[in-house]
């Protein structure tokens, strides 16, 4: 049932499904997937109760009958009045299962479990600052828009927004939660397959909710591991041919708003390019990462993103391959 | 049979001098001043369909646009704008006022009333509509259309991040309509207490008139909630409170609370009547009044209530407290009981009666099969757990447009072709009217069931674009393709009522062989509705009266507007009440008061002096007129 419906799904889209419920990877959307599953069958049986009895209503229409309008009761009253109650008790059973199922499942997404990995996540217009958290700061990571989950282990991921309201979203791992300006929302993620998955803003959030998207990786512990290192490496001197790529961009408007790690560069409106060229994509899922496409980005962001906050710096076309070449080089 | 009832020896005199003390006025005074409910119910529907029309245009622009992958056809900000434009007029424009309209045309001649308890209130109202209406569209036209969604969620509607006046524009017209709509519920609620017909006892009550009146009540409960938050939106945007600013200490989440406290009821304030229209539809369709009478009416008096729990499942994922959002899911899925009820119901009365397949119970078939898995949906997004997965996404798009197109809007379509030769005096074409039917159905099914797998594929609502490679293409397609079928369909009705209102073969009073009282008048019906007062002695009249015509009560007089009030529960004779005369002075309150609102969007202090001339309308209005006050005690 379970593996036949998400075949079925997949089929019709013909697709993988990396932004899919269903197709559950973490312990909360697979116990989400069973809700699922039971709601199918009970709904499904229902719904073929429903169509059952239309279907015999109308066949019996073709029985020899008179034109007369009854006004009053009929012989088959009687019957009728059992079949109600019958019917009416099969309903409240069907959502007395549905209801249980949904509240056991329901307590079970809140649990975290011992030693959770703690993540911040930032919503804003149009991007994701994220921040893996610890108690002795020099551990702690800044990036955007792209997360890494060790399998197996709980993340906790504590959600806030900057502007206004956001829905954190990433299907195959768990449900969403929404990002509210003045609030605090948590949501427990614990992986249980590895792969690439796709995270979406769920709220409308204005002109380019459509590009608000998350890259989701989830490796083995170690691997996690290596990453986590990686990102904890400010970014290193430049190479003699890096170099002026690396004083345009703390010289020109790029410092004003973003930060690498490193060097001068320390501003939080944008998101962190400590190690942006370690990312799948660039803008929030807009553009894959390619220093082509950071060249595209940066020359006209409007162009990629219409209402973006990212504003258009005037740069020649040395001072962009140059540019470009550094961010290219963060790995 | 309708005549019969008549005595023979006054019928042409009587008719005459009721129609010269009834008559609206002729030409652009009459049209202005009109008190009629028949000519403004009607004129009210024309208004909402023609608003539809313009809704379902928004909507196929969209389709438009989302047919292919990172289309370049419209931009984030008209998109925005229409997806906005396209909710609020579906449910503002077109959704609730149609529903009241029915009610205003149909209820008076279903409980045997010459008109309704306050009839230039109805004119009050429908102007207010109109003003409202033709003020959202032309902002859309010049650009200023609402840009943050039919729910204006703050803080992105707010001052910040929804500068100019897009956004104010819309919250007004909230409150135009919110006005209008008030105005005819709390109309409807005394007409349905006071104005029907002797003998016509709460349990003999039509379903739609039953419907009509929990609906009145819920707009009387639910609509002050919206005008609050709309309220406290805009004085947060013009005057600087901080309702819901979080930053100082407002709360972005109190907006949606008083938001959907409204935003839940209205929708089953837009789908109560239709299930009162399917109960008319079934009954006089399979000749046989509907199994299970007492049930139907608590089932909608409990729908009615149920529907004020429900709120907080639209707020699942903005972090309540668990135990909280739980008795919300045991809440939304209980009404699924009285749903469930009716629906049987129905199908039993079709089973046990002697249903002819027209175009009417067509629809309520079609109604049937798509509000029930519109239903079923809904009953999985009650569900917390399930609803973090699928809220947001288009498979909540697919879930309401089954719920409100298949639970709403095929029942309307049946309906309007049902008590269309009442209205018009002329048939529809039934073959015309059947090829709509197949049009409309299919091709609704296939526009929006592909947007439950969309969304079970993980595509969120409300975004002007999507990528290529999340393999969402070939089902947007697929639904794009589905909506120019539905168009087709849609065209294909609305067509046949067109050219039937002109040429279509002449009705008669009661073509369907139907048995609830506005068949016993003529097609259309006359001013005054009815010579005399008739008589109820069951919930079928006209079925139970047979050949000897319905019994008739006399002593009204002729040549004074005069109605006669019953008693609450029993509808026994009571006083005969002096109802108003043709009045411009709805149309002038109407006037001012949009000259206020529109004045308050751009400066506070246009709600100061704006109510002076307000003030002045109503004063006019209420002007004691000595021809209005008469009471008389009826002598039995």
């Known amino acids: 049932m379970r593996r036949g419906a998400v075949i079925v799904a997949l089929l019709l889209a013909g697709c993988s499904g990396h932004q899919s419920p269903l197709n559950p990877s973490a312990d909360q959307s697979g116990a989400i997937f069973d809700v699922w599953t039971a709601m199918m069958v009970v709904c499904g049986f229902m719904y073929l109760l429903v169509l059952t009895g239309l279907t015999w209503a109308i066949w019996r229409a073709r029985r020899p009958m008179g034109l007369a309008p009854d006004a009053g009761h009929t012989a088959a009253e009687p019957l009728l009045e059992r079949s109600l109650i019958g019917w009416t008790a099969l309903v409240v059973v069907g959502l007395t299962v549905l209801i249980t199922v949904s509240f056991l499942v329901d307590?079970?997404?809140?649990?975290?479990?011992?030693?959770?990995?703690?993540?911040?996540?930032?919503?804003?217009?149009?991007?994701w600052a994220i921040e893996y958290q610890d108690p002795d700061p020099s551990q702690t990571i800044r990036t955007a828009n792209e997360l890494h989950l060790p399998m197996g282990r709980a993340a906790h991921v504590e959600l806030h927004s900057n502007d206004v309201i956001h829905s954190f979203w990433i299907p195959n791992l768990a449900g969403k939660e929404d990002l509210i300006p003045g609030r605090v929302n948590q949501v427990v993620m614990t992986p249980r397959r590895t792969g690439v998955f796709r995270g979406q803003c769920a709220e409308f959030c204005g002109l380019q909710h459509a590009h608000m998207a998350l890259d989701v990786t989830v490796d083995p512990p170690e691997r996690f591991e290596a990453w986590r290192q990686a990102q904890l490496q400010p970014a290193p001197?430049?190479?003699?041919?890096?170099?002026?790529?690396?004083?345009?961009?703390?010289t020109k408007a790029c410092v004003m708003c973003h930060a690498i790690a490193g060097t001068s560069a320390a501003a939080?409106?944008?998101?962190?390019?400590?190690?942006v060229a370690s990312r799948k994509s660039i803008a929030a899922g807009a553009l894959a990462n390619s220093q082509t496409n950071l060249g595209r980005w940066i020359t006209d962001p409007t162009a990629i993103k219409p209402g973006t906050t990212m504003p258009k710096v005037k740069l020649t076309g040395d001072e962009m391959a140059a540019i470009t070449a550094y961010l290219a080089s963060l790995k | 049979m309708s005549d019969e009832f008549l005595p023979v020896v006054a019928e042409g005199e009587l008719h005459q001098r009721l129609s010269r003390t009834w008559a609206t006025p002729r030409g652009l005074w009459g049209v202005l001043t009109t008190v009629d409910p028949k000519i403004i119910g009607r004129r009210y529907v024309i208004t909402a369909l023609v608003f539809f029309v313009l809704g379902g245009i928004l909507a196929g622009l969209m389709r438009l646009q989302l047919a292919r992958p990172e289309s370049g056809l419209i931009g984030p900000d008209r998109y925005n704008q229409i997806f906005s434009m396209h909710g609020t007029t579906m449910m503002f424009l077109f959704g609730v006022p149609v529903m009241e309209a029915m009610g205003v045309y149909l209820v008076p001649l279903m409980i045997g009333a010459r008109s309704m308890a306050f009839p230039r209130l109805n004119a009050f109202s429908y102007w207010m509509y109109l003003a409202g209406a033709v003020m959202i569209f032309v902002a859309f036209i010049l650009n200023i259309g609402p840009e943050a969604g039919w729910f204006a969620y703050t803080p992105l509607s707010g001052p910040v991040y929804s500068a100019g006046k897009r956004t104010d524009v819309w919250a007004q017209m909230v409150t135009f309509t919110e006005v209008a709509g008030l105005a005819v519920a709390v109309n409807i609620v005394a007409t349905f207490f006071k104005l029907r017909a002797p003998g016509m006892t709460l349990a003999r009550v039509p379903l739609f008139v039953w419907s009509e009146l929990v609906t009145a009540f819920m707009i009387i409960f639910a609509m002050p909630s919206v005008m609050l938050a709309t309220g406290f939106l805009m004085s947060d945007r013009l005057v600087g409170t901080h309702f819901f600013n979080a930053s100082e200490g407002g709360d972005n989440l109190l907006y949606q609370h008083l938001f959907w406290f409204f935003g839940h009821p209205e929708v089953y304030i837009i789908f109560l009547p239709a299930l009162g229209m399917v109960s008319q539809i079934v009954a006089t369709f399979c000749r046989r009044t509907v199994f299970g009478y007492p049930v139907m009416v608590l089932a909608?008096?409990?729908?009615g209530f149920l529907s004020f729990g429900l709120w907080v499942h639209h707020m699942f994922a903005t972090g309540l407290p668990r135990m909280g959002a739980s008795f919300y899911t045991a809440a939304s899925m209980t009404i699924a009981v009285?749903?469930?009820?009716q629906i049987f119901c129905w199908i039993a009365t079709m089973w046990d009666g002697k249903p002819r397949f027209a175009t009417p119970l067509l629809y309520v078939i079609g109604f049937i099969v798509t509000f029930v898995l519109g239903g079923l949906t809904g009953v999985m997004v009650a569900s917390v757990p399930l609803d973090l997965q699928v809220h947001d996404t288009y498979f909540v798009v697919a879930h309401f447009h089954y719920v409100l197109i298949g639970g709403a809007v095929f029942p309307l379509l049946g309906a309007i072709y049902y008590w269309f030769p009442k209205a018009m005096g002329r048939m529809p074409n039934e073959r015309a009217g059947q090829i709509g039917f197949w049009l409309v159905f299919v091709g609704f099914q296939i526009t929006f069931f592909p947007m439950h797998i969309l969304g079970l594929l993980g595509m969120p609502r409300r975004v002007y674009t999507y990528p290529a490679h999340l393999g969402w293409d070939g089902l947007n397609l697929l639904s794009s393709l589905g909506a120019v079928m539905l168009v087709a369909g849609m065209a294909t009705y609305f067509l046949n009522l067109l050219i039937s209102a002109r040429k279509g073969p002449l009705a008669g009073a009661n073509p369907w062989d139907a048995g609830t009282l506005e068949w016993a008048t003529t097609s259309p019906p006359p001013v005054y509705n009815f010579a005399y007062p008739?008589?109820?002695?069951?919930?079928?009249?006209?079925?139970?009266?047979?050949?000897q015509g319905l019994a008739v009560m006399e002593g009204m007089k002729a040549d004074t507007r005069e109605v006669l009030l019953t008693s609450a529960a029993e509808a026994k004779p009571d006083i005969r009440e002096g109802s108003a005369k043709p009045s411009v002075w709805p149309l002038l309150t109407a006037l001012t008061t949009t000259g206020m609102f529109i004045a308050t969007i751009f400066n506070e202090w246009g709600l100061v002096w704006g109510s002076i001339p307000v003030t002045l309308a109503l004063v006019g209005w209420f002007w004691p007129r000595p021809d209005h006050s008469e009471i008389a005690k009826v002598v039995a």
């Open chain 1, 107 to 127: 307590r079970r997404l809140a649990e975290a479990g011992p030693k959770p990995l703690n993540i911040k996540v930032t919503a804003n217009q149009w991007w």
């Open chain 1, 237 to 250: 001197d430049p190479s003699s041919d890096l170099a002026e790529g690396q004083h345009l961009f703390l």
């Open chain 1, 268 to 275: 939080v409106a944008g998101p962190d390019l400590t190690h």
């Open chain 2, 300 to 303: 909608l008096v409990a729908t």
């Open chain 2, 338 to 341: 009285p749903s469930g009820l």
């Open chain 2, 534 to 547: 008739p008589v109820v002695e069951g919930r079928e009249p006209l079925w139970e009266a047979g050949d």
